[in-house]
């Protein structure tokens, strides 16, 4: 079983950054994808930053331009740098992989980071 472990969460004021880390371990064969979600209280889940094996890479449109996704595939780790951090970032922050496997592919979630913006 592949398990996900996050790191680098907390509280940080408003235009402050921090750079969450996300580390694959268990049995992992092909990465199709990593990515980072979050979910606000009260709010659905939405997809943060995402980047393909081939190392294509998607940014939600509120983050474009201050969060930068990076991956290290020696490793089996993805990281998001988060800049100019907004009030409205504080959120849940959740590691996905996207994994090929025998029956298919298969997505994992780590356990959650707290980002709290706040003055």
């Known amino acids: 079983q592949v398990q996900l472990v996050e790191s680098g969460g907390g509280l940080v004021q408003p235009g402050g950054s921090l750079r969450l880390s996300c580390a694959a371990s268990?049995?992992?064969?092909?990465?199709?994808?990593l990515g980072w979600y979050r979910q606000a209280q009260g709010k659905q889940r939405e997809l943060v930053a995402a980047i393909t094996s081939g190392g294509r890479i998607n940014y939600a449109d509120s983050v474009k331009g201050r969060f930068t996704i990076s991956r290290d595939s020696a490793k089996n780790t993805v990281d998001l740098l988060m800049n100019s951090l907004k009030l409205e970032d504080t959120a849940v922050y959740y590691c996905n992989i996207d994994i090929t496997e025998r029956f298919g592919v298969s997505r994992y979630w780590g356990q959650g980071t707290q980002v709290t913006v706040s003055s």
């Open positions: 268990g049995s992992i064969s092909t990465i199709n994808r």
